[in-house]
């Protein structure tokens, strides 16, 4: 079974200011992918940044980027120049990739932007 | 990107009752859609696999007879929660899957049982 561990119930940051979210996963596959949604009060679900287990490079997407750890199964969110529009709950998921689709979500963060 | 709806938003029904969740893909084909149900402040949970023209693939602990999968077409999938009772009352989740495995959400299904 894969499980997806999010330690930080709630986060807050300084508008402007940079935070790091901290995921960790079990899993023994060696084909995965790991993402990033965020949920805002309005519920809709949203990508936010996507990585594949068998690629070395950190994704980037924006002001957002990820620490992709595989070794050590960890998987940390960095949101640079942090937007009031950032505050929402944010889940990590993980994906086998013999079973595309199926996410499998941490308890999630929720993150708070301060003015 | 893609644009999933779902229908109803909200929905209050007495206990007893069955309540129908529609998901519907709207610009784009779907042969594959997932329910997720997320309790308050806490996580969605994968409930099942929808394939278009087949039968839905359920998750460990979810009961298949209490809610029904169909897929008839590969735009709309739709959840049926049989018998509804207090302690189905959640938010339901579908997502919905293209044919380059990129998954986009639905907004999401409030039930409250009486």
């Known amino acids: 079974a894969q499980t997806v561990t999010q330690s930080q119930p709630e986060m807050s940051v300084q508008e402007a200011e940079t935070v790091t979210l901290s995921c960790t996963y079990d899993?023994?596959?060696?084909?995965?992918?790991l993402f990033w949604y965020k949920q805002p009060p309005s519920r809709q679900m949203i990508l936010v940044i996507r990585?594949?287990?068998?690629?070395?490079q950190n994704a980037t997407e924006n002001r957002f980027s990820v620490n992709f750890q595989k070794a050590a199964k960890s998987f940390s969110l960095k949101i640079s120049d942090s937007q009031l529009g950032d505050t929402a709950m944010y889940f990590c998921?993980?994906?086998?990739?013999?079973?595309?689709?199926?996410?499998?979500f941490g308890r999630g963060t929720q993150l708070t932007v301060w003015p | 990107g893609a644009v999933v709806s779902q229908h109803p938003s909200r929905v209050i029904c007495k206990s007893g009752t069955s309540v129908k969740i529609e998901c519907r893909s709207l610009?784009?084909?779907?042969?594959?859609m997932f329910w997720y149900r997320q309790f308050p402040k806490q996580s969605l949970m994968l409930m099942a696999t929808?394939?278009?023209?087949?039968?839905?693939?359920?998750e460990q602990g979810v009961e298949k007879d209490k809610f029904l999968i169909n897929h008839a077409s590969l735009t709309l999938s739709t959840l049926t929660v049989t018998s509804a009772h207090p302690e189905d009352s959640s938010f339901y989740i579908c997502?919905?899957?293209?044919?380059?495995?990129?998954?986009?959400f639905g907004p999401g299904t409030r039930l409250t049982v009486l």
């Open positions: 998921a993980f994906m086998r990739g013999s079973t595309l689709g199926r996410l499998y």
């Open positions: 929808s394939n278009e023209g087949s039968k839905a693939t359920y």
């Open positions: 610009d784009f084909q779907a042969t594959t």
């Open positions: 997502s919905a899957q293209d044919r380059v495995n990129e998954q986009f």
């Open positions: 990585q594949e287990a068998y690629k070395q």
């Open positions: 899993t023994s596959e060696n084909n995965y992918y």
